[in-house]
């Protein structure tokens, strides 16, 4: 019989990224006494990877659990990028109700529609935080109106459409249940979780069924899966059996040998769990998100929608350049196939295969941004390897046609640059359906556009807005092919000879185009120093040094003046690299190179890549 328990409640905080969340976790922490009087505690404390510190952005989501009153309530952060969407679904099968978080000045954005759309379609009932009310320029009143339109554009029940409102300011530590009301804590944000999210509920008697919503991994335990007891108990040393929705053959017998429930930032360990509870269940070797964990008598397979599939690829490929090898510690086929099955273990929105050549991985993901954190983190880790230019991954119909993944993108840019930032998307394919102006002299844009009109456009963005716009995007399906896209307009400088550049020859050099190194910097035949000012790639010797003569020119002693070289951060080299070039990343450099790097080779691929098009 089922019974529900009323000591727990399991929310997810969701929102578009850069609306709070994690600010919002921080301090449910603090107000809840996670952390004692006097403890030192560093802003953002969810946000744990490097990574997601240095750039303000949550990559994974996070467990963790507060007391309020007597009730355990499970908190789980997600990521606000689509890139990291797969998070957001399968965390919502954990929980009996989310937290939305929207800015009060910027309002419901797209990833919002996105991760508001996967709540209602599991049916939870939603609390909407209008958070960042300190700001200023804060309009509550019309955010309210948007995100009702919003819900009611997505079908809401009458349920979900009568939710909740609370007005926050995480950073300041408060919530109100109105704008006028006098702000102490966050206490009316804890009465709300308590009074409308529903207690998990299940049957304590019946046999252990617990779903796998997401994987954690530790070197010394190995996987570790989180998920939640939906029904009957689990215990240590249990014996019980892995079985999985999508894949009716699995059956695979375990015994639980550590269980642990989630206190503030830290892993308990327990000896029991029942209904409702949230746990973390280590010495299972190869546990799988989607997997339960079933008592051994009537072994029945929750039902776990399917992750969704990546949309973006890239070959890894072993640094073959001649400075290989010279600043990492991990440079083999061997070690960087290691570490891309290690990252399977945790990311399921990966994909790794094989190619042709045993040097080269193909690596599929949800976007630029998942898979060049994966190389940051690589890099960081000590591994040298080369990477190719990001390319989508097509699909057929039944008609035979290629289709190919589209986006819509969002743009707000301010309005003096509207005309360019049109006409960049149209070339790209883009097809705008929408445009409109917002509040502070800017036109938000709404474009439908391939995928791959997107890759390498964000940098181009920025320069074209002066760093003032903000592009957003969602994944929309898979369309027909719309015919070849131009990456670049421009060519690359090239370096001719091997060797160190030095200031004469860069000198020279410098009215080619825009270059990318300074002097002293170690360089090879075929490696790119610079963007060009023409279409076509043109070699450069910026080794030469001047010849020295007998005679003293007038102008020999003034100083050689260089413009300052433009250094490329790891997403705009990875934007820039054109379809024949490399990007080899070191944990020291970033190098960007032809694939050829022999000239007269290069040539001849050039020549029979021009005659195939035109045959």
Request: glycine share 8%; aromatic share 6%; hydrophobic share 40%.
């Given at each position: 019989?089922?019974?529900?328990?009323?000591?727990?409640?399991?929310?997810?905080?969701?929102?578009?990224?850069?609306?709070?969340?994690?600010?919002?976790?921080?301090?449910?922490?603090k107000?809840?006494?996670?952390?004692?009087?006097?403890?030192?505690?560093?802003?953002r404390?969810?946000?744990s990877?490097?990574i997601e510190?240095?750039?303000?952005?949550?990559?994974?989501?996070?467990?963790t659990?507060?007391?309020?009153?007597?009730?355990?309530?499970?908190?789980i952060d997600?990521?606000?990028?689509?890139?990291?969407?797969g998070?957001?679904?399968?965390?919502?099968?954990?929980?009996?109700?989310?937290?939305?978080v929207?800015?009060?000045?910027?309002?419901v954005?797209?990833?919002?529609?996105?991760?508001?759309?996967?709540?209602?379609?599991?049916?939870?009932?939603?609390?909407?935080?209008?958070?960042?009310m300190?700001?200023?320029e804060?309009?509550?009143?019309?955010?309210?109106?948007?995100?009702?339109?919003?819900?009611?554009?997505?079908?809401?029940?009458?349920?979900?459409l009568?939710?909740?409102?609370?007005?926050?300011?995480?950073?300041?530590?408060?919530?109100?249940?109105?704008?006028?009301?006098?702000?102490?804590?966050?206490t009316?944000?804890?009465?709300?979780?308590?009074?409308y999210i529903?207690?998990?509920?299940g049957?304590?008697?019946?046999n252990?069924?617990?779903?796998?919503?997401?994987i954690?991994?530790?070197?010394?335990?190995?996987?570790?899966?989180?998920?939640?007891?939906?029904?009957?108990?689990?215990?240590?040393?249990?014996?019980?059996v892995?079985?999985?929705?999508?894949?009716?053959?699995?059956?695979?017998?375990?015994?639980i040998?550590?269980?642990?429930?989630?206190?503030?930032?830290?892993?308990?360990?327990?000896?029991?769990a029942?209904?409702?509870?949230?746990?973390a269940?280590?010495?299972?070797?190869?546990?799988?998100?989607?997997?339960?964990?079933?008592?051994?008598?009537?072994?029945?397979?929750?039902?776990?929608?399917?992750?969704s599939?990546?949309?973006?690829?890239?070959?890894?490929?072993?640094?073959?350049?001649?400075?290989?090898?010279q600043?990492?510690?991990?440079?083999?086929?061997?070690?960087?196939?290691?570490?891309?099955?290690?990252?399977?273990?945790t990311?399921v929105?990966?994909?790794?295969?094989?190619?042709?050549?045993?040097d080269?991985?193909?690596?599929?993901?949800?976007?630029?941004?998942?898979?060049?954190?994966?190389?940051?983190?690589m890099?960081?880790?000590?591994?040298?390897?080369?990477?190719?230019?990001?390319?989508?991954?097509y699909?057929?119909?039944?008609r035979?046609?290629?289709l190919e993944?589209?986006?819509?993108a969002?743009?707000?840019?301010?309005?003096?640059?509207?005309?360019?930032?049109?006409?960049?998307?149209?070339?790209?394919?883009?097809e705008?359906?929408?445009?409109?102006?917002?509040?502070?002299?800017?036109?938000?844009?709404?474009?439908?556009?391939?995928?791959?009109?997107?890759?390498?456009?964000?940098?181009?963005?920025?320069t074209?807005?002066?760093?003032?716009?903000?592009?957003?995007?969602?994944?929309?399906?898979y369309?027909?092919?719309?015919?070849?896209?131009a990456?670049r307009?421009?060519?690359?400088?090239?370096?001719?000879?091997?060797?160190?550049?030095?200031?004469?020859?860069?000198?020279?050099?410098?009215?080619?185009?825009?270059?990318?190194i300074?002097?002293?910097q170690?360089?090879?035949?075929g490696?790119?120093?610079g963007?060009?000012?023409?279409?076509?790639?043109?070699?450069?010797?910026?080794?030469?040094?001047?010849?020295?003569?007998n005679?003293?020119?007038?102008?020999?002693?003034?100083?050689?003046?260089?413009?300052?070289?433009?250094?490329?951060?790891?997403e705009?080299?990875?934007?820039?690299?054109?379809?024949?070039?490399?990007?080899?990343?070191?944990?020291?450099?970033?190098?960007?190179?032809?694939?050829?790097?022999?000239?007269?080779?290069?040539?001849?691929?050039?020549?029979?890549?021009?005659?195939?098009?035109?045959?």
């Amino acid at each position: 019989m089922k019974t529900t328990r009323e000591d727990i409640r399991n929310i997810a905080i969701i929102a578009h990224v850069d609306h709070g969340k994690t600010t919002l976790v921080d301090e449910l922490l603090k107000q809840s006494g996670v952390f004692r009087e006097n403890q030192e505690v560093v802003e953002r404390v969810m946000d744990s990877n490097d990574i997601e510190r240095e750039r303000g952005i949550t990559i994974l989501s996070k467990n963790t659990a507060v007391m309020y009153k007597g009730t355990k309530i499970n908190i789980i952060d997600t990521p606000g990028h689509a890139d990291f969407g797969g998070e957001v679904e399968r965390v919502l099968k954990m929980v009996n109700g989310v937290v939305l978080v929207v800015d009060a000045f910027e309002g419901v954005m797209p990833q919002t529609k996105f991760v508001v759309m996967k709540a209602l379609a599991l049916s939870l009932p939603v609390i909407v935080c209008i958070n960042k009310m300190d700001r200023p320029e804060a309009r509550p009143a019309e955010v309210v109106d948007e995100v009702l339109e919003l819900f009611m554009d997505l079908d809401a029940s009458d349920e979900q459409l009568d939710c909740p409102f609370v007005y926050a300011s995480a950073r300041n530590g408060f919530a109100v249940l109105d704008p006028n009301d006098e702000k102490k804590d966050m206490t009316p944000l804890f009465e709300t979780i308590l009074n409308y999210i529903p207690a998990p509920e299940g049957d304590p008697d019946a046999n252990t069924q617990v779903l796998i919503s997401t994987i954690d991994y530790n070197e010394y335990v190995g996987r570790i899966g989180i998920g939640k007891v939906d029904n009957g108990c689990l215990k240590v040393n249990q014996e019980a059996v892995v079985v999985n929705h999508h894949d009716p053959d699995k059956r695979q017998k375990v015994r639980i040998s550590k269980l642990y429930e989630f206190d503030g930032l830290a892993k308990v360990d327990v000896a029991e769990a029942n209904i409702g509870s949230i746990v973390a269940i280590s010495g299972i070797s190869d546990i799988k998100i989607g997997d339960t964990i079933c008592a051994p008598e009537n072994p029945q397979a929750i039902p776990f929608q399917k992750i969704s599939e990546p949309t973006i690829s890239m070959n890894f490929i072993v640094n073959d350049s001649p400075l290989a090898g010279q600043e990492g510690k991990f440079v083999t086929s061997r070690h960087i196939r290691e570490r891309l099955m290690r990252e399977l273990n945790t990311d399921v929105s990966l994909r790794v295969e094989d190619t042709d050549s045993p040097d080269s991985l193909k690596v599929s993901g949800r976007g630029e941004l998942h898979l060049s954190v994966l190389i940051e983190n690589m890099r960081r880790e000590g591994y040298e390897f080369a990477v190719s230019k990001a390319e989508v991954l097509y699909k057929t119909d039944d008609r035979g046609k290629k289709l190919e993944p589209m986006e819509i993108a969002y743009v707000d840019v301010p309005d003096e640059f509207t005309g360019a930032v049109i006409s960049k998307l149209q070339q790209r394919k883009g097809e705008l359906r929408n445009m409109g102006s917002i509040a502070g002299g800017y036109t938000r844009l709404e474009f439908r556009i391939p995928s791959r009109g997107l890759i390498g456009y964000r940098g181009e963005f920025m320069t074209d807005t002066k760093g003032n716009g903000i592009i957003n995007t969602i994944f929309d399906g898979y369309d027909e092919f719309r015919g070849e896209i131009a990456y670049r307009a421009t060519g690359s400088l090239i370096a001719f000879e091997d060797g160190e550049s030095v200031a004469y020859g860069l000198f020279s050099a410098q009215d080619r185009g825009t270059l990318f190194i300074g002097p002293g910097q170690k360089v090879y035949s075929g490696m790119v120093i610079g963007q060009s000012a023409k279409a076509e790639d043109i070699e450069l010797n910026v080794c030469k040094k001047k010849h020295l003569t007998n005679t003293r020119s007038s102008s020999a002693d003034e100083a050689l003046t260089l413009v300052p070289p433009r250094i490329l951060s790891l997403e705009q080299a990875l934007d820039f690299i054109d379809t024949d070039e490399l990007l080899e990343v070191t944990p020291e450099s970033l190098r960007i190179r032809k694939r050829i790097l022999d000239p007269t080779l290069r040539r001849r691929a050039g020549y029979a890549k021009k005659a195939a098009m035109n045959s």
